[in-house]
């Protein structure tokens, strides 16, 4: 299994083009899993405005193939 990087809070850009802050890592109550939490620094008509998500850390931290490049699924840009 691939190690998990670390998660700092702070400003991230998405690949697929918007920014988000992660708030911090949470823990699942019944299995100790961590998750990111952050919210979206935009208006989305579907969500509203700076809508909070969670992902699990594994997930945010991966990198993913596009155009036959790796690249971060979100990549740290600094503190907001």
Do not use: C, Q
Request: a positive charge; charged letters at 30%.
């Amino acid at each position: 299994m691939a190690e998990v990087k670390e998660v700092k809070p702070g400003k991230y850009f998405h690949y697929k083009g918007n920014y988000y802050e992660v708030l911090g890592v949470g823990r699942h109550a019944d299995n100790l899993d961590e998750f990111v939490v952050y919210r979206a620094l935009y208006n989305s008509e579907k969500f509203g405005n700076n809508a909070i998500w969670v992902r699990p850390k594994a997930k945010f931290t991966e990198t993913i193939i596009i155009d036959g490049k790796e690249t971060p699924r979100f990549k740290y840009v600094g503190e907001k």
